[in-house]
Structures are given as structure tokens and as C-alpha cells.
């Protein structure tokens, strides 16, 4: 079971960095096709376009270190610095995103704003927070393998 879970995950996480690139790339058409129906959207198409754009290049380079971080899994090694480091990276940019849709605020204020906002600062520490606990983790295992 637990091996069947593992390759759904890895596959999930693959198609989300790879459909995530397609949505970035056709983000331009999307926002112009949605503009039809949502005057909003027409409206503010350009700076929209910044918005998405800035905050998609963010959460592909999210799910970019959850694939990493995710190999170091299957390889049954999890406790690396360089899952600290993409932890660190992550927390980056959860806070780049908050920001970037708290610029969204200026254009126009909704519920959802506010909760993606929210969302990606406890994003961000929760990162950040793991950061710290994988940093121990790495120390200890060092310190283990070199008493061994």
C-alpha cells in the first residue's frame, strides 16, 4: 500500500510541475478567454497577467522542491542538507507569493485575496519552522554516523 501511495504521489507531483509550466505559458490566453466572461478579468488584464504569471514562476519552483525533497524520499534518505535547503527555498517563495497577491489587493479586494494571502505566509513559516527541525535532524545524523 504503501508503495502504490508513494508512486501516486510522485506522479501527482510530476503532472503538477509540468501542468503548471503549460498554465504559466498559456496564462496570456487564459486571463484574455476569461476576460469574455468576467469584466474584471478585461479589465485588468495586464496587471493580472503580472500577478499570475509571478505567482505561477513561484509555485513551480514550490512544487520543483517538493519533487526534489520527494526523490530524497525514494531513495530513503531523507535527513540532507539539501532538503533543508529546499525548505528554506520554499518558505522564500510561500512569502513571495503572499506578497505578490497582496499586490492584487490594490486591484481589487476579495474573500479569497485574503484567504490565499493567509494561506501562503503559514506556508511560509510552516517552511521555514520544518527548515529548522530537518537542520537538527541533519546535525544529529551527522554526528551519529561520525560516533559510528
Not at 96 to 111: D, E, H, N
Request: glycine residues 4%; contains cysteine.
Amino acid at each position: 500500500m504503501k508503495d502504490r501511495l508513494t508512486l501516486y504521489t510522485k506522479y501527482l507531483l510530476d503532472m503538477m510541475f509540468y501542468m503548471g509550466i503549460i498554465v504559466i505559458i498559456t496564462l496570456p490566453l487564459s486571463i484574455r478567454f476569461y476576460g469574455r466572461y468576467n469584466s474584471y478579468f478585461a479589465d485588468n488584464y495586464y496587471s493580472l497577467c503580472v500577478i499570475f504569471f509571478l505567482s505561477g514562476i513561484f509555485a513551480v519552483l514550490i512544487v520543483k522542491e517538493l519533487r526534489s525533497m520527494f526523490r530524497s524520499v525514494l531513495d530513503d534518505d531523507c535527513f540532507i542538507r539539501d532538503n533543508v535547503t529546499s525548505l528554506e527555498r520554499m518558505s522564500i517563495y510561500s512569502f513571495f507569493i503572499a506578497v505578490i497577491t497582496a499586490c492584487r489587493l490594490f486591484i481589487y479586494l476579495t474573500p479569497a485575496v485574503l484567504v490565499i494571502i493567509l494561506v501562503f505566509v503559514i506556508a511560509g513559516l510552516f517552511s521555514k519552522v520544518l527548515a529548522g527541525v530537518f537542520d537538527k535532524a541533519v546535525t544529529y545524523k551527522l554526528e551519529n554516523d561520525l560516533t559510528i
